[in-house]
């Protein structure tokens, strides 16, 4: 489970049905900052919440918690080269270090180079060699799970325009 796409999710969730935070949390029976909590990744809802959510919103807490994004932007972690340099930053920020270098293990040398332009800051050898040998599974989890953020937020702008009338 990925605390930000999950985070992210829970966000889009309340803004595709039309909630507020306050609304929200009034249905659940909770406060308006736990769902701000949930929202910014601090927290994630405990189970019994959780299964309220997943009745709201008629999914499954799997659902809500490992969200299968439908392609909206790019299907392929090589994709992501189409994408501006600062918006990509913006969204691979939101993971740490340790994922980040994960998945580009089985990424392309043009895509670990743009990567490695965008955050000099990290030592990507150094890094690679603290994690040593990850299967095949794990390094295509964390590209599903950047893909699936990137595609979220082109959903979630999309809501937004549609919502504000942008």
Known sequence: MNTNLTAKYLQFLRKSHNYTQEELAQKLDISRQAVSKWETGVTVPDLEVLLKI???????????????????????????????????????GQFDRDSLVTALMGASPDANQLCEKLFPDIDFEKTRNKIGRVRVETVEKMQEQIIALINLQEIDGGLYIKTVGI
Request: aromatic share 6%.
């Open 54 to 92: 997943s009745k709201l919103y008629h999914i499954t807490i799997n659902d809500i918690l490992e969200p299968k994004i439908q392609p909206q932007r790019i299907t392929d972690f090589e994709q992501i080269s189409t994408i501006s340099e600062n918006e990509l930053k913006e969204i691979l």
